[in-house]
């Protein structure tokens, strides 16, 4: 008998590893189409696809047609947690077939890698008229439906930043989705220009690194007839596109206006971000886009930093994140007092950069707010205390299985690993018992 239940076990075990050792592609070109699977092998999941997923361009009203999403699958196992990513943007070039994701990584997860519509290849139509939460949410809850007939068990969201507002967002229209969610450094502005982001870099301005870039800065505006011509070759020359702004002065105020935040939200040390500067010009100077004769002293190789700070607004890339910002996400403003006797003009409005009319509406944000106050459940929140989106955080959620942690001298770049090993192991063994 004992030998007969040996035998039995053993075939039930060969059996269930011969059907998940079965690649995958017939099931996914059943559900998705054959065209619009592509396999890939990757030295870290054990199958990986890219799919162009069906979706409708409004999920209330079918007959204004469809577009296709992009989503990279690596697949582990069945049986295994599946992790759906609500990027924020487009899914970057160093999201490759050998990238895993932290939560993957830690849960052994498959990866399920969500471009958000409006992004990269994933264009619905030109108008950005469906850009919105709501419908991101349908997308994604599309995608859990058809790959939960592959992945029956477990699964969680997770997002980051503007990501981490789309997986908070997900988590409000379909609640029951999914079994964990997980943002990391999600803002949650609850205006058109949130002021809570400016208040903190005040405060920051009061410490001695706060002050230190408080000064680069003021130099930058004095010092702008003479570096002007130097930050607009350098602009050219990485073939920025400066639209909707055509005067270089506006441009360079903007970058400015915009350096204090980007470093708050990006760099670890004021020691490593002038160590930065001085690579960066040494490797400028290497190249021939800048000459030591036009940048004198350390202050003067500052300009060099601008280009990281307008990045965001020159690249074409992220134009629909400024549309989706100023017409129900929310975002952040300058104040320009400080800096007004330098700037070409009186208001910098970061709203140009939708490069569209945009109006505001507030009940996408004011729905979500009272939904994390009082039903929202099985969720963490990750910050860093020296990011400025950080002042944005969501309202700590009362419900006893919801966390929120802020790691204290970290920025927008926090991860799980970063905190103490108390703090992951409480976040592990949340996230453990809700997939358990």
Not at 2 to 9: E, F, S
Not at 59 to 69: E, I, R
Not at 90 to 103: A, M, N, R
Not at 251 to 273: G, H, K, R
Request: with cysteine; aromatic share 16%; glycine share 4%.
């Amino acid at each position: 008998m004992k030998t007969k239940n040996i035998l039995i076990t053993f075939l039930l075990l060969f059996f269930w590893v011969h059907a998940t050792s079965q690649s995958l592609l017939p099931k996914l070109q059943q559900i998705f189409g054959t065209e619009n699977v592509v396999s890939a092998n990757s030295s870290v999941f054990n199958e990986y696809y890219y799919i162009n997923v069906k979706q409708p361009i409004d999920h209330t009203d079918t007959n204004k047609g469809y577009f296709y999403q992009r989503i990279f699958l690596g697949h582990n196992n069945t049986q295994s947690p599946t992790l759906l990513e609500t990027s924020g943007y487009q899914i970057p070039p160093f999201v490759t077939i050998d990238t895993k994701l932290e939560l993957t990584e830690l849960l052994n997860a498959n990866q399920v890698y969500v471009e958000h519509r409006y992004f990269g290849k994933s264009v619905p139509d030109a108008t950005n008229a469906y850009l919105t939460c709501k419908q991101a949410s349908g997308d994604y809850h599309n995608i859990r439906q058809l790959l939960g007939k592959i992945y029956p068990n477990k699964w969680l969201s997770s997002g980051t930043s503007k990501g981490g507002y789309a997986t908070l967002a997900y988590k409000y229209y379909y609640p029951n989705d999914v079994n964990a969610s997980f943002a990391y450094v999600a803002p949650f502005p609850l205006e058109k220009e949130d002021k809570r982001p400016e208040t903190f870099l005040e405060e920051k301005r009061k410490t001695e690194v706060g002050k230190r870039i408080f000064e680069y800065q003021l130099y930058l505006l004095k010092n702008k007839k003479e570096l002007m011509p130097v930050f607009d070759k350098m602009v050219k020359t990485a073939g920025m596109n400066t639209k909707p702004l055509t005067d270089t002065e506006i441009l360079y105020d903007y970058a400015v206006l915009e350096m204090d935040f980007t470093f708050w939200q990006n760099d670890p040390s004021i020691q490593n971000f002038e160590r930065y500067i001085n690579e960066s010009y040494d490797y400028l100077v290497k190249e021939g886009f800048v000459t030591p004769i036009e940048l004198n002293n350390f202050e003067d190789k500052m300009v060099i930093y601008l280009l990281d700070c307008v990045h965001g607004f020159t690249d074409p890339n992220y134009t629909p994140h400024y549309y989706q910002a100023f017409s129900e996400m929310g975002y952040y403003g300058y104040n320009e007092k400080p800096f007004e006797k330098y700037l070409k003009q009186k208001d910098y409005a970061l709203e140009i950069f939708a490069q569209k009319t945009v109006t505001y509406n507030s009940d996408n944000a004011k729905a979500i707010k009272i939904f994390t106050e009082t039903t929202i459940d099985k969720m963490i929140f990750i910050y860093g205390a020296n990011d400025p989106w950080t002042a944005t955080s969501v309202t700590v959620p009362p419900k006893s299985d919801n966390l929120l942690l802020v790691h204290p001298t970290a920025n927008h770049s926090v991860e799980i690993g970063d905190f103490s090993a108390k703090e992951k192991e409480k976040i592990m063994e949340r996230l453990n018992f809700w997939l358990k």
